[in-house]
């Protein structure tokens, strides 16, 4: 397949515990983006990735949240000592190139936390 | 710091009529992209139609089309002969430096 894919699609847990999210974006594209989306609202953005690097992680809401992309490719969003408040869907993004390129979106991850 | 508006939290339309969806967005630059996606029940988001801020000729794709006013910082989505499988949240999206800057969302409801 061609698209960005993510895992896995349903993720339950218990409060406590951490959990890893799973991105894999389309082949050669540079940037790769991570988001929230609650139920029923718009999209927050958590951090974003050129290549290896990340030079905005602005978006994490906090220290528990933390994101790696390895090889310029896949990348993990990981969420530690998970909360009921970390309940959303977790949507992944790639672009070929940055400065507001087209972003082409992931299935996401719904994570539960119960 | 630029911002995204969608006015409209809920819009329906009979099908195979016209609805108009809004979006106003802030912003100092003078060349950026716009974009309007959609988000169906499946949750993939999906882009619906591009336009950059540089051409003054309004984008189409197929019965969607724009109405982008740069002056007055605008961008509406037009969708004509609505179709019950255009129901979703649409979501209007300005490009800056590095990331998109999204608007909090329609939801779009077709009238069979």
């Known amino acids: 397949g061609a698209g960005v894919s993510q895992s896995p699609s349903n993720k339950v847990t218990e409060k406590g515990k951490d959990v890893e999210l799973r991105c894999d974006p389309i082949s050669g594209h540079t940037a790769l983006y991570w988001y929230r989306q609650s139920l029923g609202q718009g999209l927050e953005f958590l951090i974003y990735f050129q290549g290896n690097s990340a030079p905005d992680k602005s978006g994490l809401p906090s220290d528990r949240f933390s994101a790696e992309r390895t090889g310029g490719s896949v990348s993990t969003l990981t969420i530690q000592r998970t909360q009921q408040e970390d309940s959303a869907v977790y949507l992944c993004a790639s672009s070929l190139i940055t400065g507001g390129d087209e972003q082409f979106f992931g299935p996401g991850t719904r994570l539960t936390v119960l | ?112």
């Open chain 2, 1 to 112: 710091a630029q911002t995204v508006t969608q006015s409209q939290p809920e819009m329906s339309v009979q099908e195979a009529e016209t609805v108009t969806l809004s979006c106003t967005y802030d912003t100092s630059e003078s060349d950026y992209y716009l974009f309007w996606y959609k988000q169906p029940p499946s949750r993939q988001m999906i882009l619906v139609i591009r336009q950059e801020a540089y051409k003054q000729q309004n984008a189409t794709e197929n019965r969607f089309s724009v109405n982008f006013q740069k002056a007055a910082k605008s961008f509406s989505l037009k969708i004509s002969d609505s179709q019950l499988g255009d129901a979703a949240m649409y979501f209007c999206a300005y490009g800056g430096n590095y990331q998109l800057i999204w608007g909090a969302g329609t939801k779009l409801i077709i009238k069979p």
